[in-house]
């Protein structure tokens, strides 16, 4: 999630509470939560969005959880408790299989996501890049 030139940090904050209790949708989304890990100066490290649920349409190509973490952030862990935090949120949501998607070629997210003993359910090229769609039942 990011800001949109145009927005200010308030308006910012307005869209993904309205994203959050699903209003103001676009036909093809779903409610979803932002979350974020900071660091002592209150900087942002960590970013993940977790969706409340899927469709059988974003089943197919889409996941529940989406992150990021800052590069110079990575290699610390940061992202290993973080998955395992958004996880906890997925619980409190009832979803029982939660699904994710890597870059195949990202080893280091891979690795995260497999450390973590995510299961492999798909594979398909994406914008001509491989994806790899994995899952865990929580």
């Known amino acids: 999630m990011k800001f ?3 927005e200010i940090y308030e308006t910012f904050l307005l869209r993904i509470q309205d994203q959050r209790e699903g ?11 932002l979350y974020f890990i900071v660091d002592k100066d209150e900087k942002v490290i960590w970013w993940s969005a977790l969706r409340h649920y899927l469709t059988p349409e974003l089943l197919i190509h889409w996941w529940h959880i989406w992150h990021g973490i ?13 998955l395992n935090l958004a996880l906890l949120e997925a619980k409190k949501l009832d979803i029982d299989k939660v699904m994710l998607t890597c870059d195949k070629s990202n080893i280091a997210s891979a690795r995260t996501i497999v450390k973590n003993w995510w299961v492999l359910d798909s594979e398909y090229i994406h914008e001509w890049v491989m994806i790899q769609k994995r899952r865990i039942n929580i």
Do not use: D, F, G, M
């Open 70 to 82: 800052k590069p110079s952030e990575r290699w610390k862990w940061y992202a290993t408790q973080a």
């Open 23 to 33: 209003k103001n949708l676009k036909p093809w989304y779903v409610p979803w939560t």
């Open 4 to 6: 949109r030139e145009e």
